[in-house]
T-cell receptor, first 113, second 114 residues
Framework: AQSVTQPDIHITVSEGASLELRCNYS??????LFWYVQSPGQGLQLLLK??????LVQGIKGFEAEFKRSQSSFNLRKPSVHWSDAAEYFC???????????FGQGTELSVKP | NAGVTQTPKFHILKIGQSMTLQCTQD?????MYWYRQDPGMGLKLIYY???????DKGEVPNGYNVSRSTTEDFPLRLELAAPSQTSVYFC?????????????FGPGTRLTVL
């Protein structure tokens, strides 16, 4: 079955600290992996995506993610968090199998001053 | 270029009433989607469309209907509203199939059914 698991429902980090949000997926074919961010009261915006090639991908706002096929993971990282990064983050998996996107439950990030 | 627009932003509906949520995109995307978002549940696909005149069910289609008469518009119809349809609804669009391409989301419609 196709699925995405984000083990952390809520994470709090201090401003300036590093961040890692976890994402594990299950997909029966070559996965296309996405991270979206949702600011309060807003729609979702793409942070980054992985289709193939270099397993470390760079996105907007200083975020990066690493694809690890052996661990079925696609964790999101940022070296230094800013207060404006407080938002909800969604990992998603898709591909040519069914043509739809499967979203994780989301991780809410709070940033302490 | 407005992207994906949705109306209304907020609405309160009484049980048994019907309404249509509007969605328009100006990016000439072939693919359009309707999702609902419930707390702690991520986004669930309700219906999607691969082009004008072609629609298909997603994961949670019961209680909803859609149509796609033009490339730009993809309205979502709620018939006989129930409290279980209280949710935030997002419309999205993409150039290629949504499993492989970036989806662009509207700002959402927050619907309460009382």
């Amino acid at each position: 079955a196709q699925s995405v698991t984000q083990p952390d429902i809520h994470i709090t980090v201090s401003e300036g600290a590093s961040l890692e949000l976890r994402c594990n997926y299950s997909y029966g074919a070559t996965p296309y992996l996405f991270w979206y961010v949702q600011s309060p009261g807003q729609g979702l915006q793409l942070l980054l995506k992985y289709f193939s090639g270099d397993t470390l991908v760079q996105g907007i706002k200083g975020f990066e993610a690493e694809f690890k096929r052996s661990q079925s993971s696609f964790n999101l990282r940022k070296p230094s968090v800013h207060w404006s990064d407080a938002a909800e983050y969604f990992c998603a998996v898709g591909g040519n199998q069914g043509g739809k996107l499967i979203f994780g439950q989301g991780t809410e990030l709070s940033v302490k001053p | 270029n407005a992207g994906v627009t949705q109306t209304p932003k907020f609405h309160i509906l009484k049980i048994g009433q019907s309404m249509t949520l509007q969605c328009t995109q100006d990016m000439n995307h072939n693919y359009m989607y309707w999702y609902r978002q419930d707390p702690g549940m991520g986004l669930k696909l309700i219906y999607y469309s691969v082009g004008a005149g072609i629609t298909d069910k997603g994961e949670v289609p019961n209680g909803y209907n859609v149509s796609r008469s033009t490339t730009e518009d993809f309205p979502l119809r709620l018939e006989l509203a129930a409290p279980s349809q209280t949710s935030v609804y997002f419309c999205a669009s993409s150039w290629r199939t949504g499993g492989t391409d970036t989806q662009y989301f509207g700002p959402g419609t927050r619907l309460t059914v009382l």
